[in-house]
Nanobody, 128 residues
Framework: QVQVVESGGGSVQTGGSLRLSCAAS??????????VTWFRQAAGKEREAVAS??????????APSVKGRFTISRGVGANTITVDLQMNSLKTEDTAMYSC?????????????????WGQGTQVIVSS
């Protein structure tokens, strides 16, 4: 069984910073082949992929809307992978529920349907 837990959300003014953390744990970890991706969903909008790391290649990906402002990083512990998302220069349009997803057979990192495990999410609110 895999557990995925997010933390670090909150409220901030435009231009500010927040750091989100995703902890994926279970007997299958640490497993560097796992791809861990941060998604977000704003009110009335579809869920979108924000940033991703891991997989066999270890490649990171970013959505064009956050590239240069967000940085994803990965750490490994006993039976745990932690993936942080450092968010700088936040904009009001970054307001959303941010969720972390974990999968092993990911062909398109933006495809919601291909992930196996999801966390409950953490809310980010950016106000002007």
């Amino acid at each position: 069984q895999v557990q995925v837990v997010e933390s670090g959300g909150g409220s901030v003014q435009t231009g500010g910073s927040l750091r989100l953390s995703c902890a994926a744990s279970g007997s299958e970890f640490p497993n560097m082949r796992a791809r861990v991706t941060w998604f977000r969903q704003a009110a009335g909008k579809e869920r979108e992929a924000v940033a991703s790391t891991g997989g066999p290649s270890g490649v990171t990906y970013y959505a064009p809307s956050v590239k240069g402002r967000f940085t994803i990083s990965r750490g490994v512990g006993a039976n745990t992978i932690t993936v942080d998302l450092q968010m700088n220069s936040l904009k009001t349009e970054d307001t959303a529920m941010y969720s972390c997803a974990v999968g092993w057979t990911i062909t398109d990192w933006r495809d919601v349907a291909t992930y196996d495990y999801w966390g409950q999410g953490t809310q980010v609110i950016v106000s002007s």
